[in-house]
């Protein structure tokens, strides 16, 4: 079978792609990317090409570039750059430059492809980097999730030439005459995919002369297990966790029954990133004290009497303020979404996120945040003032869910409303009332 009936089989019938199916075409100018490029012309798919250049080899990126731009304009294919300060980035972000040139690169070809309302991203990893992606995982430890190496086609992204090896694109590349350029840093062993690349597995193939398509076959096994896997964890997971505004409640004696298979909590817990160490102090002090938290880089577990409350983390509550004018009619905060408007009528309205504000005694600018330590305020229908830690306390409500309470304050520092919770008694309409503010909350 040619190349080109291989390919249409693959992208057809493999990857579930029809015929009027629109693609972005992501080309750096290496031979493998300009394969797919002459693989998708020849077809007659409809595509635009998007290169990026990273800045980071000089007149060499802009050669890559040119190359693209000369390739796309002989084809009468739209073609895209982007040219990314990607060292900035990675010095801002404070991770390497291969990660910092990723997240740049997927980031913008999402944004195209919403832009020009196409179906598919195509990026051109071959059956060598699928292999070599394995191997790299495996060294830094992982489990199954990392053992299935790159997978054929994930959301809207595809990678159309996982079916062919390293070898088989340079004879194709090679055959058809296809101009492309070589990235010399894909030479060096100084990076551990490299290595992996040119020094490892050379290895293997003296052994296993096939040993691409061997490992292709193992990987797929590998992922089947997972998939086995995942056909009983989703279920549980889901009849368990329960979702809520605040992220998901997890009632403790519903999770009690796997409570003692670790493996399984782990799997249970996995897309929250919450390691074995964490879960098994989790295990170990089931009975334990009330209010005891664990945290991945992304969540925060708490244990209540009768629930986990699992919450994405939020950025210090002290960072995370709006400040308000007069002008202000709507906006949001966190997930909340805030409307106010004016009038003389006194009468009370009394709905769920509805709350009516003497006008007159509000100082622009105002201010929402979250709550703080030592906050107080007077509590209407109560005498005196309280703590808002107090308050929330009687109210029986949790330590993740005021965490995210918005708290309205005046110019002059009073709280003049505790969302959806409680108006401060100082502020309340009466009949000397002239300027009612009306805040609905959603």
Known sequence: MSLVSRFESYISKDLGVAKDDTFLLAISGGRDSMLMAHLFMHLGYQCVIAHCNFLLREDESDRDEKLVRNYAEEHGVPCY?????????????????????????????????????????????????HIETFFVNLTRGTGLTGLRGILRKRNDLLRPLLFLTAEEVTYYVKKNNIPFRDDQSNFS??????????????????VVNDFEYVMEGNIAHIQESYELLQSFIVPIRESIFVEKTFGYEIKRERL???????????????????????????????EGDVGKIYQSAEYSLLRDRQ??????????????????NEKNTSWSFGSFLFSLSCSDNLQIERENGVVQIDGDRLVFPLELRYWREG???????????????????????????????????????????????????????????????KLVCK
């Open 81 to 129: 750059v982007n040219r990314f300060e990607t060292e900035s980035y990675a010095l801002q972000e404070g991770i390497s430059i291969q990660m910092a040139a990723r997240d740049l690169r997927y980031s913008w070809f999402k944004e195209l492809k919403e832009e020009l309302d196409l179906s598919w991203i195509c990026v051109a990893q071959h059956l060598n980097d």
């Open 189 to 206: 062993t100084k990076y551990v995919r490299n290595k992996v690349r040119l020094e490892i597995v050379p290895r293997f193939k003296e």
């Open 256 to 286: 009690q029954q796997y409570k003692d298979n670790l493996p399984l909590i782990y799997e249970l817990f996995k897309p929250f990133g919450f390691s074995k160490e964490v879960l098994s102090d989790m295990q170990k002090n089931w």
């Open 307 to 324: 629930f986990f409350f699992l919450q994405r983390l939020m950025i210090d509550k002290d960072e995370k303020f709006l400040i308000l």
């Open 375 to 437: 906050d107080y305020f007077y509590p209407l229908g109560m005498r005196g003032r309280q703590k808002l830690s107090d308050f929330f306390i009687h109210q029986k409500v949790d330590r993740f869910t005021k965490e995210r309470i918005p708290i309205l304050v005046n110019s002059n520092g009073e709280i003049i409303w505790v969302v959806n919770y409680r108006l401060d008694n100082r502020y309340k309409i009466t009949e000397s009332t002239k300027k009612v503010i």
